[in-house]
Nanobody, 120 residues
Framework: QVQLVESGGGLVQAGGSLRLSCAAS????????MDWYRQAPGKQRELVAT???????NYADSVKGRFTISRDNANNTVYLQMNSLKPEDTAVYYC??????????????WGQGTQVTVSS
């Protein structure tokens, strides 16, 4: 059984910073992609940032230059450093990962979400 647990959300003023963490635990053979998504009220869930096992990253245009995704492979953890936050960054942020539980078996897993609220 695999579990993803996020932490680090909260309330911050515009221009401020937050750092989200997501730790994977359980029967893990290997973690491939790790992503951060977000969903604002009344909107669809959108991909914010992705990092591969080799460390390659990709970002949504709306967060480029402000957000940084990183990962600690030894501890099965992914981070999202969010700087210069804007009110439009307000959303529930979800961690998502493609996790192999054996050499030939894997699936994508979601965290429970953490609320980020940016006040103007």
């Amino acid at each position: 059984q695999v579990q993803l647990v996020e932490s680090g959300g909260g309330l911050v003023q515009a221009g401020g910073s937050l750092r989200l963490s997501c730790a994977a635990s359980g029967s893990i053979f290997r973690i491939n992609y790790m992503d951060w998504y977000r969903q604002a009220p009344g909107k669809q869930r959108e991909l914010v940032a992705t990092i591969t096992s080799a460390g390659s990253t990709n970002y949504a245009d709306s967060v480029k230059g402000r957000f940084t995704i990183s990962r600690d492979n030894a501890n099965n953890t992914v981070y999202l450093q969010m700087n210069s936050l804007k009110p439009e960054d307000t959303a529930v942020y979800y961690c998502n990962a493609e996790i192999m539980t054996s050499a030939w078996r894997g699936s994508r897993y979601w965290g429970q979400g953490t609320q980020v609220t940016v006040s103007s």
